[in-house]
């Protein structure tokens, strides 16, 4: 599971309150992402980061911001929660530079935050 | 833009019926194409990563093939425990690190 931890796992809250969800590894990768997934989309890029302090927007970040401040810790904020964000959201790892299996890179996920904006 | 679209949406099998998934993509430049299973309530699970043209990789009863506009993941004499939710992603090149997603497949097989 490349030590891939999501906190927290189950949330519900309301529309227009602000919302952080987690994201912490323990085997010190350079790349994290954050995804949402949707019935009849799939999983869509929110955010991803190449380093601490290094973030760039995927497909979906209109009311979605994040921060690293430390390797291991990739922050998801929603300033003000809304309904069409209730979804699943999945943090993920590539081990681009590392040593794999495959010999090249690999994408892992965590175990997803399932996120619900009453 | 970069597309990626899985057929069919749901396959029913019974136990030991082989069959494949296919992954169809469009993109500029494929720097990788990744396979993955997702149980229900839980994050997707890394099986593949195909790089070229003719390569294969094998997993259990599991083998993906890759040619120049699409993926299949073959399953050999499936089993109950084999049924998921199979997804398909590619990395396009350009130094992007964004994986594109299909919608996924899922996959039931039946005792």
């Known amino acids: 599971d490349a030590g891939i931890t999501q906190s927290p796992r189950h949330k519900v809250t309301e529309t227009g309150t602000p919302v952080t969800l987690r994201c912490h590894q323990t085997?010190?990768?350079?790349?994290m992402y954050w995804y949402r997934q949707d019935p009849g989309h799939g999983l869509r890029l929110i955010h991803y980061?190449?380093?601490?302090?290094?973030?760039d927007k995927g497909e979906v970040s209109d009311g979605y911001s994040v921060s690293r401040s430390k390797t291991e810790d990739f922050l998801l904020t929603l300033e003000s929660a809304t309904s069409s964000q209730t979804s699943v959201y999945f943090c993920?790892?590539?081990?681009?530079?590392?040593?794999?299996?495959?010999?090249?890179?690999?994408?892992?996920f965590g175990p997803g935050t399932r996120l619900t904006v009453l | 833009e970069d597309q990626v679209t899985q057929s069919p949406e749901a396959l029913r099998l019974q136990e030991g019926e082989s069959s494949s998934l296919n992954c169809s993509y469009t993109v500029s430049g494929l720097r990788g194409l990744f396979w993955y299973r997702q149980d229900p309530g839980k994050g997707p699970e890394f099986l593949f990563t195909?790089?070229?043209a003719g390569e294969e990789k094998e997993k259990e009863r599991l083998k993906a093939t890759l040619t120049k506009k699409e993926s299949f993941l073959h399953i050999t004499a499936p089993k109950p425990e084999d049924s998921a939710t199979y997804l398909c992603?590619?990395?396009?090149?350009?130094?992007?690190?964004?994986?594109?997603f299909g919608k996924g497949t899922k996959l039931t097989v039946n005792p």
């Open positions: 085997e010190n990768h350079r790349y």
């Open positions: 980061s190449y380093g601490v302090k290094d973030t």
């Open positions: 992603a590619v990395h396009a090149r350009g130094g992007s690190e964004k994986l594109v």
């Open positions: 195909l790089y070229s």
């Open positions: 993920a790892i590539t081990t681009k530079g590392r040593p794999t299996t495959s010999g090249r890179d690999e994408q892992f």
